[in-house]
């Protein structure tokens, strides 16, 4: 399979600071990539430099074979990160307007409306976000990065904080993104979720990468199996 | 061998300073029309094209700093600022004693006068920003597109307001003149003045740049402790 | 990332690819500013500070001197677009404020939207809203200080386009510069003013000229030109420099 994301030894420096060392990480199209680490191991910094939003130092990032600001890169792009990027004072509706304007959505209005649906915020659509209640605001946030079709995922651990039924929610979008060849990379510290979904798991310890490669079925019995193994602590 | 380029530049400076120092005072005759106060002329020029000079060098590094990514341009160029906003405010007030000796005002609203001080505003400005990022690669890409703003409104600055109220001297260096405007033997302590004000910028901006690299080093470290 | 416009030397593709591209980024840009516009309208943060702020500073400024007096019509410019740059600060410390709760800065940083796009879309959004305080504080200043300001209306209003694009653009691209800054609220003021300066003097000097009851004089209209190249040297600088200023 060809590979949808390339990472050729990106370094990324803040100063003379190293935060990510010699990264070298092909994610091939339409696999499940899951960054595991501590926290402050570098995954925000990796899953920002994919998504264009970070400038790195040294190396090649290719996204479907461009430069990740490239329109290209950016148009097959979902992102969601630790906030939820939709406007607290605008309504769910506005919202998605907005977004799929942006994108350049051929068909707006319908997007939006089997998209507010599909979400169940099709009876609040009007109401501002501000008077969202949690869970309703992480459906909207889902709404809003798969709204495109996007041809990559990057998700900065979603499955934090979410309640179940937006768990459920997130776990339905990512199959079926999968099914229609969707690549995903997502961050988490929460093992046993994360290597349900992945086909492949890289993991990052203090701005190095220790391990990429295959999900096996040893690692879905044994999930400290990768720590202990990889990382210079053991996993203690 | 930083060490002994610094020391070289200052002795030869300092040294030169005090021939010119000498020069100055001691040698060349009061002008004729302004008397004694023209002598200031002899740091207020050097310094303004001091400053000048340093912008656009500063302005330079900018862009190689956007265009390629090393930090070295950067640290550069925030040394060359901050000594030439020195030198500049060293040009505007040797310039204002001699005005208020000349034309009996400290200050007025000439083309030159404001844009000498809008640049020293806006450089200020610069130095003030770069006080508030702490992160060294983000600081560095900021302060190059402020640098690059503040250079181009500086030239439109000095090209709007020459349309109109003019009360500087003109040009008195026959490079810009063609001659006649000035005393040769002036304008060479001129252009001697002006060496030895350089090399002294040279010598203050290498000593800058050091420091900027150990600050950079030290932040690096500080991030590494907290990451281990 | 933004092509010359040199369509007399490029194949015809080439230059449909240019008009392409120009006209996405202004729909794209025109989306972002009627977003931040609704929710301006929607919360009136920046304009009721704005405009209440601009009418407490003229109202102030008609006990400094006498408001009655002609000297009036020779400083009402100035104090005019000093209260503008003013109040501008306030409407642009908001511009990119607004996308930090909720981080939705890199919601739309990784969205299709190009940088370009974004900054000319909140520099539009600006100009709308310092347009309109300016109608306003214009309104209040004819009726506090006894002005007559409406002899040479299309003047008028071709100087406020201009100059409040200018002040916008530069708002826009300073409010995205020290968005994630310390101090940012400090910052922006500290750096744009001085940057303002050619502008405002420009402005000033034209408002003055357009107070009084003759026609522009041929050295004043000199100060249109330094507005016009100063929107169009700005503009096309904040369109290069977009990239580094949002993404890092």
Redesign the interface.
Known sequence: MPDAIILEHVWK?????A?LRDYTLPVSAGSCCALLGRN?AGKTTLL?IL?????F?RGSVRVFGEQP?S?KA??Q?G?L??????????SAR?NLR??A????LRDTGATVESWLERVGLARVAEM?VRQFSRGMRQRLALA?TFL?NPGLL?LDEPFTSLDDRAIAMLSELLTEARARGATIVLSTHQLREALAIATHVALIE??RLRYAGERTEEMLNDPGLLYRLHTELGGA | MREKVVFGLAAVSAVLLAYDLYQIFLVLPDEAAQGAIYRIMFFHIPAAITGMIGYFVALTLSILYLSTGRLRYDSLAASIVEVSVVFSIVNIVTGSIWARVIWGIWWTWDYRLTSALVCVLIFCAYLIMRRAIEEPTQRARLSAALCIFGCVDVVIVWKSIEWFRTQHPGPVLSIRTGGGNIDPAMERMIYLNLLAILMMAAAMVLVRTRQEQTAREIDSLRRLANAA | MTPGCCTGCTPNWVAREHRLFAMRTLRQAISVARKDLAIEFRTKESLNAAGAFAIVILLLFSFAFDPAAEAVREIGGGLLWLVFAFAGALVFNRGFARELPNECLDALLSSPLSASSLLIGKAMASFVLLLGVEAVSLAVFGIFYDMRWWIQPWQLAAVFVLATWGIATLGAVFGALTVNLRLRELMLPIIIYPLLIPLLIAAIELTNGLFSAEPLKPDQLLWGRVLIVFDIVFTALALALAETILVN
């Open positions: 420096f803040y100063g003379d600071y935060a402050g920002r998504a264009g939003l970070s400038p130092q600001r329109d950016r148009r792009l992102f990160g630790h906030g939820i990027g939709v406007y607290e004072d605008l506005e907005f977004f304007q942006v994108a350049s501002p809003r495109h990057i203090n701005g």
